[in-house]
């Protein structure tokens, strides 16, 4: 299991360093963790020193939200996969579905972004999913089928095994609602169905409105591997709570 907390753009430095060491200090962290469960946080780029002093030897690993696809060069306001793994970074979201609408971000740049994390010696997580309107014109699978072949021939199968995959429907972002087990773990099952048949299976997380609530529901189904965590991964006790969760999935009794 692995629980990603993405902050977006949350968090002064300093509150986000409390909110890591407020995780880094939690029972139920520290036992999820010895029990298999890869925790990772994404604070802003601002917060990635502090949090990376913040965890110490916890086990938690810090990532980024974002970075360019190429190595350097002139791209002003840009940062590199090989500057954030520069300073600590061990993970980095490519394709968050903010970006693809805010940032245009093409299925071609996420899958050379994909790449460029994983030449930097990190962990890809790249994103996926549908909209709302894209849902209810029933074209789900045909969308998903789109953005993960266009990540196998853009990066190559070796690189998405490699790499962990997000599922994110666009229509449960931010918006209180979130997919059904049923409706994620059918969508989980198509895409496992298409990295086995292309040689790159891989773990899938689950990332649309997760909550303590639900957490365990979710991760109860066969093809949800975690959870790529938006705003709850802001509020320490909730988090570590989603955490305890995946550990139960795992057998223990966090």
């Avoid at 940062?79 to 061990?90: D, K, Q, V």
Wanted: glycine residues 12%; contains cysteine.
């Amino acid at each position: 299991m692995i629980v990603t907390g993405n902050w977006k753009m949350n968090t002064l430095p300093q509150q986000g360093a409390s909110l890591a060491t407020s995780l880094a200090g939690d029972a139920r962290v520290a036992d999820a963790i010895g029990r298999g469960v890869d925790v990772i946080l994404c604070p802003p780029y601002t917060g990635i020193a502090g949090a990376l002093a913040a965890i110490g030897d916890s086990g938690m690993k810090i990532g980024a939200q974002n970075c360019h696809h190429e190595p350097s060069g002139a791209y002003t306001g840009e940062i590199s996969a090989l500057m954030l793994e520069a300073i600590g970074c061990g993970a980095v979201i490519v394709g968050h579905s903010e970006r693809r609408r805010d940032q245009h971000e093409t299925n071609d740049v996420v899958a050379r972004k994909l790449k460029a994390v994983l030449d930097a010696g990190m962990l890809p997580i790249a994103c996926v999913g549908e909209t709302l309107s894209e849902r209810e014109a029933g074209i789900t699978a045909d969308v998903i089928t789109r953005q993960i072949s266009a990540l196998i021939t853009g990066a190559g199968a070796a690189a998405i095994r490699s790499s962990i995959i997000a599922y994110e429907p666009v229509w449960a972002i931010g918006t209180g609602l979130a997919a059904t087990p049923g409706q994620a773990q059918e969508v989980h099952d198509r895409i496992r169905t298409l990295l086995v048949s292309n040689g790159c299976d891989t773990a899938i997380l689950y990332g649309g409105s997760v909550t303590s609530e639900n957490a365990a529901e979710l991760f109860a189904c066969p093809d949800i591997n975690g959870a790529l965590v938006g705003g709850a991964s802001l509020k320490a006790d909730v988090f570590a709570t989603i955490v305890a969760a995946a550990a139960r999935e795992c057998g223990g009794t966090a």
